[in-house]
């Protein structure tokens, strides 16, 4: 399965009698991050975004949900100082980097949720002083960012994995073959010990995004 365009949809499975497949929702791709990007710097500090586009919609819905997540009072500490746009190029998301650590000397990590906006971030603080100091996550591949987790430049980030969401694809195409399910709102069926519930529209969404740090990227190839 190749890997969608950066400013597109969480990849999803049409099937017959459900909707779709699924690999997580908007709203968990926004407020993970800022999940993950908290802990790495102790829940203080100031934070940016690097995003894509400014006219890219899923890029803007994820921002939306780590803004609303950010309002949480256990993240009255962190404050978002800016929000960038690289328009998923790398040398401009590389320059922006640059920019938001010189225009932020006191910024503490960085989110971007888009493959080549992280890859390109992850590039410049590996050789810059901001290294292992400034902390970044967002969404990419492990492929793309498996040098920066191993050098300590990332310590970790998210994607939706495609092997997971084929796996359950599958056991739903079985579910639905067997009369398990018909695909109607609100009916569960198990599939590899969890259970899902069919959500709004036929809609099936396997989980949260998958977590890769140094214990587990070297078990994915994508």
Request: hydrophobic share 35%; charged share 20%; with cysteine.
């Amino acid at each position: 399965m190749t890997h969608p365009p950066d400013t597109g949809p969480a990849p999803v499975l049409a099937l017959k009698g459900v909707s779709n497949v699924s690999q997580a929702s908007v709203e968990d791709l926004g407020r993970t991050e800022v999940q993950l990007l908290a802990k790495q710097i102790g829940y203080n500090g100031e934070i940016a975004i690097l995003s894509a586009a400014q006219t890219a919609t899923n890029q803007n819905t994820w921002i939306g949900f780590m803004k609303d997540e950010l309002k949480d009072p256990a993240y009255k500490n962190i404050k978002l100082v800016k929000i960038a746009y690289g328009n998923d190029d790398a040398q401009q998301s590389f320059q922006q980097t640059q920019g938001l650590l010189q225009e932020h000397p006191d910024l503490k990590g960085i989110i971007s949720p888009t493959t080549v906006g992280i890859k390109a971030a992850a590039q410049y603080l590996s050789g810059s002083k901001c290294k292992g100091k400034v902390r970044l996550t967002g969404l990419g591949t492990p492929n793309d960012m498996r040098t920066y987790v191993k050098n300590g430049t990332v310590d970790a980030f998210e994607l939706w994995d495609p092997a997971k969401l084929g796996d359950l694809a599958a056991r739903t195409t079985v579910a639905l073959a067997s009369g398990q399910i018909t695909g109607k709102e609100g009916e569960t069926f198990t599939a590899g010990g969890t259970t899902y519930t069919i959500g709004k529209g036929g809609v099936i969404t396997l989980g949260k995004p998958t977590v890769f740090d140094a214990k587990n990227i070297g078990q994915f190839n994508f």
